[in-house]
């Protein structure tokens, strides 16, 4: 038993238990959405947060907004790291499937702003991608990041 056990554990780290990448662009149905908010003393917000996503598939069919993420919370605050599914607000973005991803549109109802943002957008069978907000959210209008190729 003791050898068996060894053997295992040897092999621990051989196991990759990361999210799948593909290189020909992100589809498939949206789990969640995760957003990482930059780690500076004011790049956090207290304001409500949402988000619409957009792909290649025509009209309707390719765009979706969500609800307020509310999930883990004090949510969005500098630091976070953050994923929301369904159950936290993903709204008619839980399950659709936009044809490629290609972008994300950040939105803040409030006056104080959401800085560096980085924003990831999981499909069935841990596929994501993920893309940068340099800028900051705000009143004066909302911000967005294209998708580059999908990540591991």
């Known amino acids: 038993m003791v050898k068996f056990c060894i053997v295992i554990m040897g092999l621990i780290p051989f196991i990759n238990c990361s999210p799948l990448a593909t290189t020909s662009g992100l589809t498939g149905p949206i ?45 969005f605050q500098h630091g976070d790291n953050d994923c929301y599914a369904v159950e936290h607000g993903l709204g008619e973005c839980a399950g659709m499937d936009l044809g490629t991803v290609l972008e994300v549109k950040m939105h803040i109802d409030g006056s104080d702003a959401l800085c560096d943002l980085r924003v990831r957008v999981h499909v069935a069978g841990g596929v994501y991608t993920e893309c940068d907000i340099d800028a900051c959210v705000d009143e004066t209008g909302d911000q967005s990041c294209n998708f580059p190729d999908v990540m591991e």
């Open 31 to 75: 789990e969640e959405l995760c957003i990482q908010v930059g780690d500076g003393l004011w790049d956090g917000t207290n304001s409500r947060v949402s988000a619409c996503i957009y792909g290649t598939n025509v009209g309707s069919a390719g765009s979706c907004c969500t609800n307020q993420l509310n999930g883990h919370g004090d949510d």
